[in-house]
């Protein structure tokens, strides 16, 4: 009986993975080099355990933020080439943690992809890992122009508000200093918020007339010390992304995800479908998981 009762369970788990992936399995192209539609996009890349995202505004405007762990450079740097980029802007590191800057170690060693700046949250590391970046950014003949609230860009077509850190932390926890991004295109607005802890979620509705995004970029890979009830109450995302790997951390927090589905929230994980693509015309917007999908069934079917 017991025998039954866990086959029943494998093949619910089976068919309800089944379920959330046919809709993408019919109206998306794998492959990331599909030329994109007119508008603006969120690559949110699968880098494993760290976060990289690759914005672009349809008309040669591209931002790279942050860029995953030294171990995932290579795929970093194959992501922006298939997407046909070969000129970044702006490349920020929200902080000094590893897991957001290593990889753009690489990218700016690299001589394929031109970087014209590099911002980052005012605040240096204390690590070899900063150590070489900030080498690597000498190096490419750029200066690190530190990027605080309250400053307001316009890059591109986007409007970009600088939410977080303030410029008068005292060697402050890097997570703590993160730089927090509101990017409005129009009618749509996307919400990045690195690895804030809830503490620093409380400041934020002090620092912008609006805290609600359509897109929300879960802090710090899902923990449990982030995305809090109230903030996530007064963001009102409709779709949550998070950037996550394996991992020691236990990330992302069942409490997290419980929270995000309680406010009705629509999760993507990037360890369950790699990358996932945010396109957007200003008025509406598509996400798709963009990846190679029959590994993906193979692997959700024969291992549940």
Do not use: C
């Not at 290579?74 to 957001?100: F, K």
Request: no cysteine; charged share 15%; glycine share 8%.
């Amino acid at each position: 009986m017991g025998g039954s009762s866990k086959y029943l369970d494998i093949m619910i788990f089976r068919i309800r993975w089944l379920i959330i992936l046919l809709p993408a399995l019919l109206g998306a192209v794998p492959t990331r080099s599909a030329p994109l539609p007119p508008g603006i996009s969120f690559a949110f890349i699968d880098v494993g355990q760290g976060d990289a995202t690759l914005i672009r505004d349809g008309s040669g405007f591209d931002i790279l933020v942050d860029g995953g762990n030294k171990s995932a450079g290579e795929e970093l740097i194959n992501y922006i080439q298939t997407a046909g980029v070969d000129d970044l802007e702006i490349v920020i590191a929200t902080h000094a943690d590893r897991d957001h800057i290593g990889g753009l170690i690489k990218l700016l060693e690299t001589d394929e992809i031109l970087v014209e700046s590099v911002y980052y949250n005012g605040f240096p590391g204390d690590t070899l890992t900063w150590q070489e970046f900030a080498a690597a950014v000498t190096a490419d003949g750029l200066l690190l122009i530190p990027l605080q609230f309250p400053q307001n860009h316009n890059w591109g077509e986007f409007e970009v508000q600088i939410l977080n850190p303030p410029d008068s932390l005292i060697a402050p926890e890097q997570n703590e200093a993160s730089v927090v991004l509101q990017i409005d295109y129009a009618q749509i607005t996307v919400l990045l918020t690195a690895d804030i802890d809830s503490g620093v979620e409380q400041l934020l509705p002090g620092r912008t007339p609006t805290l609600k995004a359509d897109i929300l970029k879960v802090a710090h890979h899902g923990s449990k010390y982030s995305s809090a009830t109230t903030f996530l109450e007064q963001v009102q995302p409709s779709e949550a992304i998070i950037s996550v790997g394996t991992n020691a951390y236990g990330h992302p927090a069942p409490e997290t995800l419980a929270r995000l589905s309680a406010i009705g929230t629509n999760t993507w994980r990037t360890d369950l479908l790699g990358t996932i693509l945010l396109t957007s015309d200003g008025s509406s917007y598509e996400m798709l998981p963009k990846i190679t999908y029959l590994p993906l069934l193979f692997q959700v079917f024969m291992h549940p």
